[in-house]
């Protein structure tokens, strides 16, 4: 039982670490603010959390120690950074800040066009 449990700390520490790092490129090599903030939002909250669980689980079951902290962790993170990174890309946007020039459609744009138009009419 030992064995399975050294595996599954094993397995939740490298992929949370190899999710971070993932994260980290998507940081330096994505080009605009919203892909970069997308990248350091989705990889890193799960790469964060598969670490915590790992350390968790680690403690828990190898050194019978229950830890709430680590458990409290898990869920503020699960809870406040995709909130935060949602909000952060609606204050760039919304600030002005462009986006990338090659493929993305501002669809939110041409909503607002659209929206403003009605409300004109009115």
Do not use: Q
Request: hydrophobic share 50%; proline share 2%; net charge positive.
């Amino acid at each position: 039982m030992s064995e399975i449990i050294n595996i599954l700390i094993g397995f939740f520490i490298l992929a949370g670490a190899v999710l971070c790092l993932i994260a980290t490129f998507g940081v330096i090599r994505l080009p605009d603010v919203y892909t970069r903030n997308h990248a350091a939002s989705k990889a890193a909250t799960l790469g964060v959390m598969s670490i915590l669980l790992g350390t968790f689980i680690y403690f828990y079951a190898l050194e019978g120690h229950f830890n709430s902290r680590l458990i409290l962790g898990i869920v503020f993170l699960f809870m406040t950074s995709p909130v935060s990174g949602h909000l952060i890309n609606r204050a760039a946007y919304y600030s002005g800040v462009k986006l990338w020039d090659k493929t993305v459609r501002d669809d939110l744009k041409e909503y607002n066009k659209k929206m403003m138009g009605k409300s004109s009419a009115n």
